[in-house]
Every structure is written in C-alpha cells, then in structure tokens.
C-alpha cells in the first residue's frame, strides 16, 4: 500500500494458478497514478469498471471515480499550446471553485446503462509503444520505437523513427511461432537496445499482482532464428536485457542466471541457494506489493559491466495459509497453498544487496551495509548513479527514519551520505531518482542524481552532485506536489521533465525545469516551464524517448483521452497516435450523467482555526431536476496519500448508479488522502494528520460531508449510502460505526475491507501506525470495535473473495464472529470461493457488480426493513 502505488491492483491468490490468474491474462488494475495504457484495452475489458487497490500494500478501489462525462476534443490542441518559451507558473493560484460540470445534451440519446458499459463502449485504446534505449540515444536521439499494431488478430512489431517518418523496420511479423512442431502464442516482445534482438514472452502464468511465470525467447531479428532463453519447459520469473545487449539476466526457482549473447549463448548461474525462503533478483510477496510494484530486483551498471540485485531471506517470516475450494484437479479436498506475509508487528523479510562483476565471472560480494538506528530495516530503492556507484534507500519500519547509502562497487563499502527523520509523518516510498551523466561540455561537471525530497510535507526535486554530496540543489518547492518523481531528463538542453498539480491538486500537467539554470543560481528557483496546457483542465502523463527530445504525450481527461507525440526541441506537434473517434462516437449516442466539482467546508481544524477544505465531485441522475428528492450514495477510498476527486475521463460505475438508480453519487477526498492545496495553516498536515490513528479522522469527514448533502433541498435525507472496496471497504465499515448520533448513513456497501490492522501487512500497516505494541491504542482506533453502533444502520452488504492473498478473508471472518457474539443481523454476506482481492475467478467480477447494484436498488427503493 505505499502512497505512490495505491492504485495498485491485487495480487494474485497463491502460487502460480490461484484465484484469479491464467494464462496470458492481464490482471494489472489502476487507479490514481497511471496504469500503463499499454495494458489498458485488456484491463478495460469489463468496461470502464477497474478493480483498484490499496494504497501501498495496494488496496484495490474502483475507477468508478473519476465521475466524468465528456466532450469531444480538438485534436490539434497540441499545436496551440506547445510554446518555446512557456512563462513560469503563478504558485499563488488558489483554486477554491471548480468547473462546474461537463455533460451531454440528452436529446433522444439512449441512457446510459450498465450493459453498454461493460461492453467496452466507453473504454479508451492506447497503441502500444516501447521506446528504444540505444546506447547513442542519449546525444542523438532519433525517437526509435517498437509500435506494435494488431490487425485481424494478427500481431506485427514495428521498430519506427520519428525522424524519418519513412523508416520502418519488422522486428517481427506475427503473434506467434512454432518450435519443435508447438506453436507458441506471444504475450510480450522486448527489444534489446541495440533493435538486433529481441526476448519474447510466451505461455505465461500470474502469479501475485505484478509477477508471473513464463517461457522466454531469444529472438535474432536479423535471421529470425527463435531459441528458447533457458529451455522449453521450465518457466521463468522475470528477465533484463543489460544495456550493451550482450547478456539477458533473468531468475529462475529464485536464483539469479545470466545469459550471455556472444559466447556461444553461454548461460552461468550466479546464486545458488534460491528457495522458498530466499529469493535473488525477485522480491518476496510484501516487497513485490508495497515496496517495488514489480516483479524485477535486479539493476544493471549503466555500463552493463555489473548487475547488482536484491537478495530475501524470507526464513523468520510467518506463514499465511490460503485454502483453495473450486480448483480444478481439487474437488474432494481443498488445495493448500502457503506465502510468506508478515502481519503487523510480526518479522520482515531481512534483505541485502548483491553485487555481481561480469568480468570476472566468479566474483560475487554481499553488501553488509549497517545503520546505527536502524536494526530491522526496509530496502526501498537502489539505483546506480555511476559505473561504480550504487545508492540504497532504507528506512526504518515506521517509515520516519530514511537513511540513504552509497555503495562503491569496486571496493565494496558502504557510506551514508544523508539522513532524514520524518516527525509526525512518515516518508513514502519512492522509485524515480535518476542518474544524472557529468558532461563538462554541458555544464554537468560530475555525475549526479535528481530525487525526491520532502519540502515541509511536500515532494519535490533536488539534484545532489557529486553523488557523495548531502546538499542538493533545490528544483521545485511550493505547497504542490511532484507526482512520482524526476520523470525524464534532457542529456542535451539539460530540461527536467516532472508531472505536478502546480496548477490543480486534481489535474496533472507536465512541467519542465533547466539544471543548467539552477546550478547557476542556487539561490533562487529555477523557472517552472509549462509543457501541457494548463489554460485548460486536463489530466496528463507522457512517456519520453531514450534522450528525452520527444514525448508520448497522454491525455486522459477530462474529455476523450488522447495519445500524441511532440518534438520537445522544437515545441512541435507531430502527430497523433490515437483519438479514441469510436468511442467519441459512442459517447453522442448516449445520455451520460452530468458531473460537478467544487471544494467543501467539512469542519474546522482544531490546532489552526482554519477552515478545512476538501475536493467533492457529484454525479448526477440522467435529467436531474432539482425540486425532486433523490438518494445519494457516497463512494470512498480514503487510504494514505491516496486522491479519487480527479479530471481524469471516466464512464464509470458511478455513472452507471446515477444513470440506471436515479440517484446522486458523491466523493470527497477527506482527511488523510493526498494533493489537497487549499490550506495556508494546516498544509500537508491534512495527509499526515492520520499519522498513528488510521479511521478517526476518515469516518468524522465522510460524516460532516454527508451532513452537507443531507441539507440539500434535493437529496432525501433518509436514503443517503456509502460503499467502497479494500481500503474504502474499512472506511465505510468504520463510517457506520461512526455515525451513531447523527445517523447519517441509513446503508453501507462494504467489499473486501480490512477490519483488524494488526492483520495486514506490516509494511503497509506500520507506515501508519508503528508496530502494534507501540500504538496500541492507534491499533483499537483503526479496528472495526464498537459492534452495536451497526444496530443504528438500517442494512449493510459485505462481500469478500475467499482467495484474498492481500486482505485475507480472515478479516472479515472475524468481524463476522463478532457480529454473531453481539448479535448484529442486519447485514448480508456474500462469499466469492478463491476469488483473490479483485474478485474475478469464475465470473467473480461481473457478479459483484450486479450485487451491488442489486443490493442499492432496493436500499433506494426501501425494501429493507
């Protein structure tokens, strides 16, 4: 659940074929900081309806947030603001109203409906496109690619040049080939950065959210020649092409191998004891979950002489059973499958970093790197910043104490370089430093790095160089946020690319900064340059060539999203990849629910005096008439660091309650949640005021917003419910509990929730609160306790996949118990057998949906008495 990935989606429900996985299917879901839109047409296939998760050990919510409707959009808008010389922004913008709404003219469209959503109508389709990081790509880059395009089911990879729209080159000219008389369908290609080869994915089998099992390909492009990376019937974990092209590294039953292309394809195995209990290269379940939000732990020299990887020893950490009910091959007794997770409170994993010399081919060192505050500590970035140069983050398992390390490769020792102590808060995980070459030609006069410092509660950018250096030049500052970090660099013109909500804590819009220009002035902020137009809403992100001078640019909303590639060097639109015209087509057909935004006063904090102000969007019924009273259902998240009021486009499940229930849907972004700029006094305290007390502040705010809505001339003040998933299934659990002297909320919806901390990753869970005997009091807060304040709900609905390798089962279990001790009956339970925590194994999750929408449709139509 880390801040920055609490989009993330579930993980997988046990080893390889558990819950919800199979062959050749996605199951990467997103909300929040992007999902690649590479995957996206699979993800989608259900509709707009995305499972989401927790905020760092990844709850899943529900993209049924963005709440949007939309209009079409001029295609040549890039042309129109793509300016050399952008002005710097006004960082005094206070932005307390926002554009009131975005809606079709209902006309004799057809009302929007849950079927026409499912069926992909409003599902935006991105081309894939995988940049090539040619090693002279970095001072002369030509914006090489690889377009995959798929026609009539058949596959063709592309490698084409922005500078020479002509060029075209087939990597490879179908979905599939045939070894030893088998045919093998394609599931992923990966050029190697010199574009002579390729690694090929096939037959691949999920494993948790991000990791899977495969059988992997050499490709020689030049010959067409296909040879199996290891051999054709053991499954891989995870490979890495190093940046010379000549080795593949890749992890087998958690061993490290490396491959190497110019002897004779010779493979040498680099670890040796890779078990159940210690992985090389790979993280465990809970680095994979809430630390990397990937698969791979292992990171090339930028020269590819060396190769340094995460080694897990997972031997201290506790079992956690998870029975499988509906397997195939399992009909009489149940399969038994065993992770590693540890619990609030319980041992982590205890970690170390390797380091590998290719010239030697024998030489192999552990980096015993010790902190003398630090006793059990967390490994939550490594990156190289010179040939010889490895900088670690660790912190503490309360994620206030990050230390941060550099490691010399040739020598072995380890020296801290900085320290930070985070008070009354805690420090997010982050994964984007990025190694900054020296280049006295260029001004760079040593090698360097940009990360992400934390300015009085906010993230932002400083360039520390040489890389032994503790003071960095600050890029950005301001009561804003840099979202992800440094997102590319200029090695020519020098330009630092980031996305930030300068302008709007819910927009995005990509913004530029010149090293050159801070360096010489360290004194005063470099001038922020605007990329995207933030004369108008929007909702960007983009993906830059290997030198940075072009960019994929998304536009995800708020209106029909959009993929274009601009030259950064001349400030040139060049052309647009995708319009999404069907969809645009689609969405004139149908009457869609109008949205508003605005910012809400829901109290007053006790320590400023200040008004405290927080992000609404309401969705409103098809031909919504104000003198009618309607119900209203409230959708929430409310995890750490997390934000659902966006610009981002969006037909969604909220559209669909509004359109087929008639009823009002609202999302706040209350207390705890992050990117909320309309406070002088409290800051980013709104964030960090949950620091140690997870659900006291949540439920208190989704009441006073609800109290809001319930004095609206158009809302019936007894029909008002709340409903969310994982995180957002805790906090409308503990809202209902709450609301025992206002009665507010008359019913609750509650999926997948965690009811007890102490049972959720320690991670995750100890970011927040400290381990368990630390905060013991902080722990009964955020435990769903006070059992007969739900005699005051009129009915609730909890649902939960028995498979759930990430908010297991047991949570709700044990709530129930509970319930039968106290007697409380007025709620219904549905189970879905092996469904992990997206809830899609045999058909999990259109049944789920249709429940819910179900169960809210008699709640509105008073049937539950």
Do not use: C
């Not at 409906?113 to 496109?129: E, H, I, M, V």
């Not at 340094?308 to 509906?326: E, H």
């Not at 010790?370 to 140069?389: A, R």
């Not at 009457?591 to 992000?615: H, L, W």
Request: aromatic share 12%; charged share 20%; proline share 4%.
């Amino acid at each position: 659940m880390s801040p920055s990935k609490y989009d993330k989606a579930h993980g997988q429900a046990s080893k390889y074929t558990r819950g919800d996985s199979s062959d050749n299917e996605e199951k990467t879901y997103g909300y929040g900081s992007r999902i690649s839109y590479l995957n996206l047409k699979n993800i989608f296939y259900i509709g707009s309806i995305l499972a989401i998760i927790i905020w760092g050990s990844s709850f899943l919510i529900m993209t049924i947030t963005n709440l949007k409707s939309v209009t079409s959009i001029n295609t040549s808008v890039i042309e129109e603001y793509l300016k050399k010389n952008s002005p710097p922004l006004n960082t005094q913008n206070d932005h307390k109203i926002f554009p009131n709404s975005i809606a079709f003219d209902s006309g004799d469209k057809i009302p929007l409906n849950f079927s026409a959503t499912r069926s992909g109508k409003f599902t935006p389709n991105f081309k894939q496109l995988q940049w090539i990081k040619e090693p002279e790509s970095i001072s002369n880059d030509k914006g090489t690619f690889v377009l995959t395009e798929r026609v009539n089911d058949q596959t063709r990879y592309l490698i084409k040049s922005i500078v020479d729209e002509t060029y075209e080159k087939v990597l490879y000219n179908d979905s599939s080939f045939v070894y030893a008389h088998n045919l093998y369908n394609i599931d992923d290609l990966i050029a190697s950065p010199d574009l002579t080869k390729a690694i090929l994915k096939t037959n691949t089998t999920k494993n948790w959210r991000h990791s899977s099992i495969a059988l992997y390909w050499v490709l020689d492009v030049s010959t067409n020649n296909i040879e199996p990376l290891y051999n054709v019937k053991d499954k891989v974990a995870v490979t890495n092409w190093s940046p010379t092209s000549s080795h593949i590294a890749f992890v087998y039953e958690n061993n490290v191998y490396i491959k190497s292309l110019n002897n004779k394809l010779e493979i040498t195995q680099v670890t040796f004891d890779g078990s159940e209990n210690i992985f090389y290269g790979k993280p465990d379940w809970v680095y994979e979950e809430e630390v990397f939000g990937t698969d791979l732990a292992l990171w090339w020299s930028p020269d590819g002489s060396k190769i340094t990887f995460l080694k897990t020893n997972d031997t201290s950490v506790p079992d956690f059973t998870l029975s499988y009910y509906v397997q195939s091959g399992y009909e009489d007794y149940p399969e038994i499958s065993k992770i590693k997770y540890p619990k609030a409170g319980y041992p982590n994993p205890i970690v170390d970093i390797i380091i590998y010399d290719l010239k030697g081919l024998e030489e192999i060192s552990s980096t015993q790197f010790k902190s003398n505050q630090i006793k059990d500590k967390l490994i939550t970035e490594v990156v190289w910043v010179s040939n010889n140069n490895i900088l670690v983050k660790t912190t503490n398992r309360a994620s206030d104490l990050l230390e941060i390390f550099l490691i010399n490769s040739d020598s072995n020792d380890a020296k801290l370089i900085r320290s930070h102590k985070a008070e009354g808060s805690w420090f997010e995980i982050t994964s984007n430093t990025l190694f900054i070459p020296k280049n006295e030609s260029l001004g760079r006069e040593n090698d360097g790095y940009i990360d992400t410092v934390v300015l009085d509660g906010y993230n932002h950018l400083a360039y520390f160089s040489p890389p032994t250096n503790p003071n960095g030049i600050i890029l950005t500052k301001g009561k804003w946020e840099v979202i992800n970090g440094v997102s590319s660099f200029d090695n020519i013109k020098n330009n630092i690319f980031f996305t930030g909500t300068l302008k709007s804590s819910i927009e995005r819009h990509i913004y530029s900064v010149n090293l050159l220009e801070a360096i010489a002035n360290t004194k005063d902020l470099p001038n922020i340059n605007n990329i995207t137009d933030t004369s108008k809403d929007g909702w960007y992100s983009g993906s830059f060539s290997s030198g940075s001078r072009y960019l994929l640019l998304y536009y995800d909303g708020p209106n029909v999203p959009n993929q274009k590639l601009v030259d950064l060097h001349n400030f040139k639109f060049l052309q647009t990849i995708e319009s999404n015209n069907e969809l645009n087509n689609n969405l004139q057909k149908y009457q869609i629910p109008k949205v508003r935004y605005s910012v809400i006063e829901i109290g007053t904090d006790a320590k400023t005096g200040e008004k405290i102000k927080a992000n609404a969007v309401e969705t409103l019924p098809l031909n919504f008439n104000p003198k009618y009273k309607y119900p209203v259902l409230f959708f929430v998240y409310g995890g750490p660091g997390s934000q659902l009021v966006t610009k981002e486009f969006s037909i969604s499940f909220s559209s669909v309650v509004a359109a087929e229930l008639n009823a009002i849907v609202v999302t706040v972004d209350g207390r705890g949640t992050g990117y909320n700029n309309h406070h002088e006094k409290l800051g980013s305290d709104y964030k960090f005021i949950v620091r140690d007390q997870l659900g006291h502040y949540e439920p208190i705010d989704q009441i006073a917003a609800a109290k809001i809505w319930r004095d609206k001339s158009y809302v019936d003040p007894d029909r008002i419910a709340i409903w969310g998933w994982s995180y957002g299934g805790f906090l409308t659990l503990k809202t209902l509990e709450t609301d025992s002297i206002d009665h507010v909320f008359s019913f609750g919806v509650s999926i997948a929730p965690v009811t007890k901390w102490k049972l959720y990753d320690s991670i995750y869970t100890e970011r927040y609160l400290r381990e368990p005997k630390e905060n013991p009091i902080g722990y009964e807060t955020a435990s769903i306790n006070n059992l007969t304040n739900f005699n005051n709900v009129n009915r609730f609905l909890i649902m939960h996949g028995s498979g759930d390798d990430n908010v297991h089962f047991q949570n709700s279990l044990k709530l129930l118990d509970e319930f039968n001790l106290e007697g409380i009956e007025n709620f219904d339970f549905m189970v879905f057998p092996d469904s992990d925590h997206s809830i899609r194994y045999h058909n999990g999750n259109i049944v789920v949906y249709d429940r819910i929408l179900t169960w809210l449709r008699k709640a509105f139509n008073n049937e539950f008495h």
